[in-house]
Nanobody, 117 residues
């Protein structure tokens, strides 16, 4: 069974930073491209960032490029999202996903990020 457990969310003021983590189980993490996606209230799932299996290639949505950094630790089967210069429009539930499933309903519980003006 695929298990993805997100953590690290919280409430911050505009301009603040957070680091999200996602622990993965149940599949061969080392060969799996991973992504972070988010869903704001009343909106669809938005892809945020992706990273290849080795961690050497990353991609970002234009809305977060330059502010967010995705990384991974294959020894720990964990993917991270460092978020800086947070804005109110970043407020959402954040999920990690296997990139191949990034457009589908998220598997995990997610972690809430709330940014106040």
């Amino acid at each position: 069974e695929v298990l993805l457990a997100e953590s690290g969310g919280g409430s911050v003021q505009s301009g603040g930073s957070l680091r999200l983590s996602c622990a993965a189980l149940g599949f061969d993490f080392n060969v799996t491209p991973m992504s972070w996606v988010r869903q704001a209230p009343g909106k669809g799932v938005e892809w945020v960032a992706g990273i290849n299996s080795a961690g050497g290639s990353t991609a970002y949505a234009h809305t977060v490029k330059g502010r967010f950094t995705i990384s991974r630790d294959n020894a720990q089967s964990t993917v991270y999202l460092q978020m800086t210069d947070l804005r109110p429009e970043d407020t959402a539930m954040y999920y990690c996903a296997r990139t191949a499933e990034a457009s589908k309903s998220p598997r995990g519980q997610g972690t809430q990020v709330t940014v106040s003006p």
